[in-house]
């Protein structure tokens, strides 16, 4: 074994969170001791979170499986084996499934759990393989993608730091206080400059203890709220004619529809007094400029593409676009470099590209197109980054396709649900234990994930488990050559070279020091007032989304499918909206297991205002049951008195193991645009457990 020298190293967290922070890893003795910020990173340089910290706790857990792990027959538990016979065992099933029903009934399923220019390599191994079936869309944040493509063009942002230069920030449906911890630091920086902080949520949240203003609408009516806003600055002529005169495209169309959003209808809807959206607006008007910061978590509705639309036209009719300290903070993908294709958007719309690899699933509908695939059906899933048994919507459906299968295969650090579904478990790396190289989506740095240890036990990356596959399947050099790196370090890094080629500011021996800004980054998006839209603007009429989306070209205001004020069957059975948010010190599904986090959050619980809490008879601290037509879980109660009436709120994340779950009451549905998934269109009841 290999053994690195001790030092400090620089390196890059590669989860799917906002801040992707720079590292500094202390190593001493071969083993990691320390994790510090690395303070070139103008966004992330201040300080780790505390799943940062874990870290430590993570890679050296007992719980980590270090070696292949087979299913014993017939049972729920597992047994050790070694790569030889789990290898020769997958590819014994790859070859039958293939000769018997093709390719296709393979599905490969990725999740969001590492970044890195070397996930590619798996797509590229099925393609020799002779081809796969792979889903398309996103759950995390495609609608909001959309939503920005169709109205600007392109999905970047002013650099995190220009936070600072901001007089008016909103955090619309964005916990940054938890979900974005470095972004509080720029916003605390404008708050001590004079600016004001404005929390649109219906959680009292950590971010809104910070704030000059809380504005808790009914989940899901943030379009007609955005609409009523609209209409008041509009009305009251606090908009910059100039610059909707030069990039505006649809004003009058626009202007012309908001007019049914009077204060008192928007309150209706929205369930916020008249008088706050009318100080909402003139907050927008008094203090530019303006930063709206909206978060992922709103635009999981089944009307939140077109919701978002209508939040961008108010930085567009008052000019608050391609300014130091204004615009439109969603999605940053300055660092989205070694794409050809620029937005995620476009890369997923359901069709086969190749003819070998079929793009028949959309993530969001997982279970129930699993099960309704034919020609072939789908005979063995293979399961990588992503713990789609806890984390996608509907998971009665997920798991009941995940047992239809003849084999499953899943590479895992840790037992998680959807392992224990798996026949064979390859142990996966951690993010210390193979370079690779990283973008992130808030700040626009490169960044190099280093190698600094050794894979413990017998943990091998993918990269390696493919070409190992590749071997036993018969697939040449050649074949891989350009695709599937050798296992050993100097390959890997070779092809991560080959990747940095087109880029001359972009070496591996510059990125080993630290962050590098991507080539080309604005610090100030959009400053040459270039749109990339049909129109050359701003889009507040998009006749693309009516075209690609069927939906109506302005942003017009519908309410989520599964509304308390819909006419669904669940709103005459449910009254309460289930939000089910990420939270400080979990990513989705990963860290819960962690002995050095469950100190703080040992288990899940369920919060309740307190009127719907004595409404139901429930005290705090009872066990409830959390129900629908779809599932149940069983919980303790929180009593929170911040919480809007009519909700109430589990955090995602939780394994059906420790108790959670919370999928099982989510509906398998798509957002109105970019094939996202309507976690939030979830109407639920509680009632107190009789002991
Ligand atoms: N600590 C931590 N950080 C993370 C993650 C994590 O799991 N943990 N995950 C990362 C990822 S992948 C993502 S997608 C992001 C998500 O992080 P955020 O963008 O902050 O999104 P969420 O936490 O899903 O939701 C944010 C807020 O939206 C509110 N909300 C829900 N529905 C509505 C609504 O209809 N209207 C309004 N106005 N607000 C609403 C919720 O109450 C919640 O407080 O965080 C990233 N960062
Ligand atoms: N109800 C509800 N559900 C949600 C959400 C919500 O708001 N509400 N949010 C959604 C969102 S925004 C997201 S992004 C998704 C996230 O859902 P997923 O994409 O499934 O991500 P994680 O839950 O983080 O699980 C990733 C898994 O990858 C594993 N892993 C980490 N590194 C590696 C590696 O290098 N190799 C391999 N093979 N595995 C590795 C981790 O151990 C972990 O088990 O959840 C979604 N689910
Ligand atoms: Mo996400």
Redesign the pocket.
Known sequence: MKIHSDGIYSTACP?????TCSLQVHLENGRIRRIEPHPDNLATGRGV?L?GLSYIDRVYSPERILQPLKRRAGAHDFMPISWSEALDTIAAELVRIRDVWGAQSLLYYSG?GTKGLLNSVGLEFWRLYGGCTTTYGDL??PAGLEATRLTLGDNKHNAPWDLENARLIVL?????A????QQMLHIDHAREKGAMLIV????R?D?AERADLLVQ??????GALALGIARILINKGWIDNNFISHHVHGFKEFSEYVQAYTPEKTARISDVPAAIIERLAAAIHEHPPLSICA????Q??TN?GQAFRAIIALLAITGQIAKPGAGWIYANLQSHIFSTVRDPVDSFPPQVPDGVIRVAISTALLGPQMLELSDPPLKMAWVERGNPISQNPGTGKVLEAFRSLDFRVVIEQFLTDTAREADIILPAKSFFEQSDIIGAYWHPYIQLKQKIIEPPGQVKPESEVYWLLAKRLGLSVQQLSGKIPDPDDSAVEAFLESKLAPFPELTLERLRRGPVLAPGTEEVAFADFHFLTPSGKIELYSAEARDRWRLDPLPAYTEPEESVAGTSTAAQRYFLNL??????????SQFNNLPSIRQFSPKPVLTIGAADAASRGIANGEPVRLFNDRGELFLEARIDFGLKKGCV?LAN?WWISQGGGVNFLSLARETDMGYGAAF?DNLVEVEKVKL
């Open positions: 989860r799917n969170c906002y801040s979170c799943k969001s995390c944040w619309w449906g964005k916990n940054a938890e979900t974005n911890v649109i949520d219906p959680r949240t971010s609408p009914r989940p899901g009516s943030d978060g992922f978590g709103m999981r509705y939140s939000l089910t948010p990420n939270t400080k010190n979990s990513i989705h709120c994340g939030h």
